[in-house]
């Protein structure tokens, strides 16, 4: 996706979830920063001994997500990161749910070569209603000197749709148009669900010099058809113990499913 971060082609970008973060409704104290990154540690190690190209971290525990994030979200999540990272052989990027600005912060102070969030666009989601500065965040960006961090941008977000509704690809145009995005993701109605191929194919039309990303529902049953369109895939639920979001990661299926990218290739 991306030859300077990327040594192959079709690159598997794996999740790695942060269970509930101090401060989010589900924290368990007794777990506390510790287990989180205890947790989150043993994940990361399994999938780069799976063979995955990169990873993603996430707050993904910290439902319902915010649309901006407190001081506590981004300490803990730069802490963890950088202890997981310090002999990480896999480059790696930061997502904050839905919080742009503190994805590249975190980013910037752990030396993270890409971030994942939304940019464009107005959406009605389970969250609320979204509205992405993105104006703001290219701007911060800027600021902190961190132009040279990737931006995966969704164009049609999980558990949420566009306000008012427009065609994918004329949003994916759009995004490419104006200079907010390195890669677009793709994604399914939520995390889990698959991403659709026809989706994925007329995003690909649309912009076929920007990297397009398979962004949710990727298994190792289905990723043939989506990566033959996708140029990377991110992948999460369907490496965990019984294909369970807030399991921990499952070695055999993420072995399994690095053996089916691996043929594609």
């Known amino acids: 996706m991306f030859p300077d971060i990327f040594p192959t082609e079709k690159n598997v970008i794996a999740m790695v979830h942060f269970a509930p973060l101090p401060g989010s409704p589900l924290f368990d104290s007794k777990l506390g920063v510790s ?3 205890e947790n989150a540690s043993r994940d990361a190690e399994t999938l780069v001994r799976a063979g995955v190209d990169g990873l993603l971290f996430c707050n993904e525990g910290d439902r319902l997500y915010q649309k901006r994030v407190g001081p506590e979200t981004v300490a803990t999540m730069a802490h963890c990161i950088s202890r997981i990272t310090e002999d990480l052989k896999v480059p790696f990027g930061v997502d904050v749910l839905w919080d742009m600005r503190a994805a590249l912060s975190i980013a910037k102070a752990t030396g ?26 290219l701007r911060f960006r800027r600021f902190i000197e961190a132009t040279d961090i990737k931006l995966l941008v969704n164009i049609n977000p999980e558990f949420g749709g566009a306000l008012p509704a427009r065609p994918i690809e004329l949003c994916a ?19 889990g669900m698959e991403t659709s191929v026809e989706d994925l194919k007329k995003v690909k039309i649309a912009v076929p010099n920007t990297p397009v990303v398979c962004n949710t529902g990727a298994r190792k049953d289905n990723i043939a058809e989506r990566l033959v369109v996708a140029d990377a895939v991110i992948v999460g639920t369907s490496l ?26």
């Open 112 to 137: 993270a070569k890409y971030v994942r969030g939304l940019l464009t666009g107005v959406y009605g989601t389970d969250m609320g209603l979204l509205e992405p500065e993105g104006a703001e965040i």
């Open 240 to 265: 965990k113990k019984d294909g369970l979001t807030w399991n921990p990661v499952d070695e055999n299926r993420a072995q399994e499913f690095m053996e089916a990218v691996k043929k594609l290739r």
């Open 173 to 191: 145009r759009s995004a490419v148009f104006i200079g907010l995005a390195d890669a677009l993701c793709v994604s399914g109605p939520m995390t």
């Open 35 to 37: 287990g989180i990154l």
